[in-house]
């Protein structure tokens, strides 16, 4: 079992940046492939981008060019860069954890506003 914890969220101008964290304890974090995941007020979760265990990457379309996700296996945590932000990037992000199983940290609220 594993445990997730995100950081990193906020409030940040229209074109503004923030990298948000996923800190992973309780298990090897090496051999899940991990996943940032959004919900915006009155929607459904939805996917921002994954990480398989070899590095392989993910993005859906809204976020492809702007939006980095990376892991450091060595500190047990996966990222996720986000530049030139748009209002509609608003949401609380979710990271996940998945091996068979699926685990979710307790989300963390980017707003993107001027």
């Known amino acids: 079992q594993v445990q997730l914890a995100e950081s990193g969220g906020g409030l940040v101008q229209p074109g503004g940046s923030l990298r948000l964290s996923c800190a992973a304890s309780?298990?090897?974090?090496?051999?899940?492939?991990m996943g940032w995941y959004r919900q915006a007020p009155g929607k459904q979760r939805e996917l921002v981008a994954t990480?398989?265990?070899?590095?392989?990457?993910n993005y859906a379309d809204s976020v492809k060019g702007r939006f980095t996700i990376s892991r450091d296996n060595a500190k047990n945590t996966v990222y996720l860069q986000m530049n030139s932000l748009k209002p509609e990037d608003t949401a609380v992000y979710y990271c996940k954890a998945s091996r068979g199983r699926e685990y979710w940290g307790q989300g963390t609220q980017v707003t993107v506003s001027s």
């Open positions: 309780g298990s090897i974090f090496s051999i899940y492939n």
């Open positions: 990480i398989t265990t070899g590095g392989n990457t």
